[in-house]
């Protein structure tokens, strides 16, 4: 179990409210969810400056100290990926904190994939060995981000979209193989800080679009400096709604993208 939060916008846009300040921010989240959880046991904030991903991850409680609440101030940008975690599989540790990272690529996971080491013995042999070098870590999520990237290194002429709805089948296949009657959570948001994916299934996940220069309802002040030659589009995704805007829930058991006109799309992930 864990709670991520995902942003990707037309332009640079601050999201400090989102992470720290509305009513059900992030920071809140990792300090008691709906269901009354606690997400303590590290976090991650990254987004984009100039084109190269920067990620700043910490192993303790978001809302602990001021760190959080101070990454999160810095950020103003087009793509953002945060997340707060509840270790299920690998304990506390920099290297099992998300989001995770290869080259440009940024990927974070909200759920759990049962039985992982019988899982991940059955997904090893299917993970490149160049990437394969590169796991640092024991968590399900780390594994399940490089089985999706030797898919795309494979198949590079198919759309993010389609590649991980078929690489997220298969793990949930793996994970059926093992035991049918464990449910798997795969709530996942993937980004190279232009092609941007994810998916719903078996965790909470909400989204909120954007078409309007909006004057912030926490801190009544706009998070954009808005260019008038073009409209405005935004795309927030969250684990929980952060705020009582109009956030609506992602259908269980979907893949999503953010399109070159940062509008949502949908498709069913056929599980």
């Known amino acids: 179990m864990c709670r991520l939060y995902a942003m990707k916008a037309n332009e640079p846009t601050r999201v400090e409210c989102s992470l720290v300040h509305a009513q059900n921010a992030l920071m809140a989240q990792s300090a008691g969810d709906a269901e009354g959880l606690v997400h303590g046991h590290g976090w991650g904030v990254a987004d984009y400056p100039d084109g190269v991903p920067m990620i700043e991850k910490q192993t303790w409680a978001a809302f602990h100290g001021e760190h959080f609440a101070k990454a999160a101030a810095k950020v103003y940008a087009h793509t953002v990926v945060a997340h707060v975690r509840r270790a299920t599989v690998g304990e506390p540790s920099i290297e099992n904190t998300h989001p995770f990272h290869y080259g440009r690529w940024i990927f974070a996971h909200n759920g759990t994939v049962p039985n992982f080491l019988k899982v991940r013995d059955l997904m090893i042999p299917e993970i490149d060995p160049m990437l394969r070098n590169d796991i640092r870590g024991t968590t399900d999520s780390e594994h399940v981000f490089y089985y999706l990237l030797t898919l795309h290194l494979q198949h590079p002429e198919m759309p993010m979209l389609d590649l991980v709805a078929r690489g997220l089948r298969q793990v949930v296949a793996w994970s059926r193989e093992v035991d049918p009657e464990r449910k798997i959570g795969l709530n996942i948001v993937l980004t190279d800080g232009t092609t941007f994916?994810?998916?719903?299934?078996?965790?909470?996940?909400?989204?909120?679009?954007?078409?309007?220069?909006?004057?912030?309802?926490?801190c009544h002040k706009p998070h954009v400096h808005h260019e008038t030659s073009e409209d405005y589009r935004a795309v927030e995704i969250a684990s929980e709604p952060l705020s009582d805007e109009n956030w609506h829930q992602f259908p269980d058991g979907v893949v999503y993208s953010v399109d070159e006109d940062f509008y949502l799309l949908t498709q069913s992930l056929d599980v």
């Open 197 to 218: 994916v994810g998916s719903r299934l078996g965790r909470t996940l909400w989204h909120l679009e954007r078409d309007i220069d909006f004057e912030c309802p926490i």
